[in-house]
């Protein structure tokens, strides 16, 4: 499985950015897509994870209320629409894959995304 993310960059605090991940590759092995920010010292963040067979997505309170996680099947890409964006919000975004149930937690993750950086100042 191959995923490659886009849609980062700079915006001001307030602002807002929509992140893509595009998927390829096996399909059965895509049935649970997440979002993962980093700060530079800080553990890699869950933020949010979307079933693609369906069903509603999940957030960390860290984000809820303000990005939101959707699923096109016919692009086979997730995005992660992020409003009301805050300087500590400033982190490589990733998104990941994995062939089971959603889980929040990282290591359960088998493919990964090569980051995309968002800076919000």
């Known amino acids: 499985v191959q995923l490659v993310e886009s849609g980062g960059g700079s915006v001001q605090a307030g602002g807002s950015l929509r992140l893509s991940c595009a998927a390829s590759?096996?399909?059965?092995?895509?049935?649970?897509m997440g979002w993962f920010r980093q700060s530079p010292g800080k553990e890699r963040e869950g933020l949010g994870t979307i079933n693609t067979g369906g069903g509603s997505p999940t957030y960390a309170d860290s984000v809820k209320g303000r990005f939101t996680i959707s699923h096109d099947s016919a692009k086979n890409t997730v995005y992660l629409q992020m409003d009301r964006l805050k300087p500590n919000d400033t982190a490589v975004y990733y998104c990941a894959v994995r062939d089971a149930f959603c889980s929040s937690n990282k290591d359960a993750y088998t493919y990964w995304g090569q980051g995309t950086q968002v800076t919000v100042s």
């Open positions: 590759g096996d399909t059965d092995r895509r049935n649970c």
